[in-house]
């Protein structure tokens, strides 16, 4: 049997493990620039506002109806799911993390006999240790356990052990429900007579491979109780390393397009750091606001605005990323526009210190990881993000415009020295 953990409205239940003054009330968590509710707390979602609701549209409603919104804390939430994913590791003979919230688990030997005392012992210890409520599915097949643990979240101890035949639970679920189904494909599958999740598992393989290929094939099978090879190896090396945000407020200056760009740069040269990748090159590109503003520029056509950059020689180095880098983004610069997002992608990665095709003018050596930036990224894990940076990425005092809007962003109290809970 395979078991999927999920945490409860995950941003929501990990701003109240610091702030019990939020339970029991309405709370959302905002999206990038405070954009939209993203995640909601049941007692939120009782009052019928639909998720991805704008934020200015609920605005009004902060002070009248005692609605709180909170900003996204990405650092809290990733300290507390990697605290959730040790609790899991500790009980549990593997462990995939599927997502910031989510992850398959194989329960040993011994709470086979009895999976559904496992589950529940499983669930209070996550809370217990961490103050996540979450629920637990168990079934043959993960996009099985999908359904058991949407099901499990709605009882009273969080468990749900899918029966053998599972045909009553399908004949009630929605295709649209079922995991790798999205919008499209359910359109497509209503045009052939395809409403519930049975009728997806009855339909015949050729129906199946005409609507959806062997992707959807797979799903099938799954709904069927065959196990597929759907694994997806989190810590395989990525084919591009890419950084991108849209700006808290429209950019109009050339050092805020240079200071964004920099400072993605430095954040994608982090995640190439990890998976021990060297790049050869990047493409940078800006989103401008008002896109008539570039009727004059003949080569361009929409409000994206890119260039190539290709290094002296691949690697991973904020600073000879930086040399490269500042210049083009300086290109990118037209007075009197609004600019709305920034980012980079880098592209032909290759493992730092593998053999690679030499020529004349190549070093023999092979090209290592800069030792640099492992010391640099090794201060910022432990004295905090951004301890130390390029100058280019701007100073830290400054609260320049391209920066994420975050205007209720809770403490980072688990990540953060300055900003560790006070007990009185």
């Keep these: ?18 702030n019990r003054k939020l339970l029991g009330k309405p709370v959302a968590v905002l999206s990038n620039n405070d954009g939209c509710c993203v995640a909601m707390s049941p007692e939120f979602k009782a009052l019928g506002i639909p998720r991805g609701t704008p934020y200015f549209q609920l605005k009004h409603r902060e002070k009248t109806e005692g609605l709180i919104f909170l900003s996204s804390n990405y650092e809290l939430y990733g300290d507390l799911s990697r605290r959730v994913q040790d609790v899991l590791r500790s009980e549990c003979l593997d462990v995939e993390q599927y997502s910031i919230d989510e992850a398959f688990v194989s329960p040993p030997t011994w709470a086979e006999q009895d999976l559904m005392a496992f589950g529940v012992r499983l669930r209070k210890k996550v809370y217990r240790w961490v103050g996540i409520p979450c629920g637990v599915g168990f079934a043959p097949t993960k996009t099985l356990a999908k359904i058991a643990n949407h099901i499990g979240k709605k009882r009273p101890e969080g468990v749900f052990i899918l029966p053998d035949d599972p045909t009553e639970i399908l004949a009630k679920l929605p295709v649209g429900e079922v995991w790798g189904v999205g919008r499209r494909l359910v359109t ?49 090396d990525p084919d591009s390393v890419s950084c991108s945000r849209c700006f808290g407020e429209p950019v109009t200056t050339r050092m805020g397009i240079v200071e964004s760009v920099a400072a993605f740069t430095a954040q994608a040269a982090v995640k190439l750091r990890k998976h021990r990748l060297l790049a050869a090159g990047c493409n940078v590109y800006v ?34 990323m930086l040399k490269a880098v500042t210049p083009v983004a300086e290109s990118l610069f037209v007075p009197d526009c609004r600019y709305r997002k920034a980012g980079v992608v880098f592209f032909g990665l290759e493992k730092a210190g593998s053999a690679r095709q030499l020529d004349l003018f190549t070093q023999t050596k092979p090209l290592e990881s800069s030792k640099l930036y492992e010391a640099i990224d090794s201060l910022n894990r432990r004295f905090g993000k951004g301890t130390l940076v390029a100058a280019t990425e701007g100073l830290k005092s400054a609260a320049p415009a391209w920066k994420m809007k975050r205007d209720h962003l809770s403490r980072r109290a688990s990540t953060n020295w300055r900003e560790l809970l006070t007990v009185r």
Excluded: H
């Design 287 to 320: 989103q401008v606001a008002t896109p008539g503003m570039f009727e004059s520029w003949n080569d361009i056509d929409s409000s994206f605005v890119g260039r190539t950059v290709v290094f002296p020689e691949p690697t991973d180095a904020t600073n000879e």
């Design 188 to 236: 497509r599958l209503k045009a052939e007579q395809i409403f519930t999740a049975l009728d997806l598992r009855d339909a015949s393989d050729d129906r199946i491979r005409a609507v959806g290929g062997v992707v959807l094939l797979r799903t099938v099978t799954e709904l069927r109780g065959v196990a597929c090879n759907q694994e997806k190896d989190f810590d395989a």
């Design 1 to 18: 049997m395979i078991g999927l953990v999920d945490g409860n409205n995950f941003y929501v239940s990990c701003e109240r493990v610091f």
